[in-house]
């Protein structure tokens, strides 16, 4: 067993500490930084109540529960900042990968701590799946919402569809994970894949911006 609570505490106070020597844009990646690991460990709590409530077993929690409360809780924060503060393209995408960057990390940590870290390969493409996966995800939302926002038609029915094509992203990673052998190798692979490929988008819409 893990207190998840002393974990987080022991990860955010120098983060916090360093709030206090920081400006601008570095200040506002640590801070959705801090808000992502928050987000992680809420989410820990209500995917567990369900569960708890529903009777569901860990692989069908993770692939039907946990997908749509991981992804509706990372996405509250950066809508609300999307429509308080109307932020620029880069700053909107900054916040949006603070925030997924935060969640894998405490998430990954969390998960070290329970099941050890002895197998480094292991490790490594839980880093290099799930991690990527929680940035990906919200990246792809931030990215969605500033080409509506820019075209005028960020709307709830786009922010419904976004959200809901994201949690399918989550789920089917999932649901690849947990059937083993070719489809856990390949659910590995697809968030990487996914993150060179929104790259890609992403460079070239800022370019189409400068233009």
């Known amino acids: 067993m893990i207190y998840a609570e002393n974990i987080l505490l022991c990860i955010a106070i120098p ?10 844009d570095v ?5 959705a930084f801090l808000l992502g690991m928050g987000v992680c460990l809420l989410s820990a709590y209500i995917s567990g ?17 946990s997908p749509i409360v991981e992804e509706l809780m990372k996405l509250m924060p950066l809508l609300f900042f999307l429509l308080m503060f109307e932020p620029e393209s880069s700053v909107l995408a900054n916040i949006a990968t603070a925030i997924g960057a935060g969640f894998a990390t405490f998430e990954n940590c969390c998960y070290i701590l329970s099941s050890g870290a002895d197998n480094l390969s292991y490790v490594m493409i839980r880093g290099m799946s799930v991690g990527i996966m929680h940035i ?7 990215m969605w919402f500033d080409i509506a926002k820019r075209l005028k038609v960020l709307s ?7 959200m809901s094509l994201s949690m399918t992203f989550h789920a089917i990673y999932n649901l690849l994970v947990c059937g083993g052998g070719t ?11 996914t993150a060179i490929v929104l790259a890609i988008l992403y460079k070239r819409l800022q370019e189409k911006l400068v233009r």
């Open 156 to 162: 709830f029915p786009i922010i419904i569809g976004a």
């Open 136 to 142: 990906v995800s919200i990246f792809s939302l931030a």
């Open 27 to 31: 200040r506002r990646f640590v801070g």
């Open 183 to 193: 489809s856990a190798i390949i659910g590995y692979l697809l968030p990487l894949f």
């Open 49 to 65: 109540f369900i569960n708890m409530a529903t009777g569901l077993g860990s692989s069908d929690t993770s692939v039907f529960i």
């Open 15 to 24: 983060l916090c500490c360093s709030l206090l020597f920081v400006r601008g």
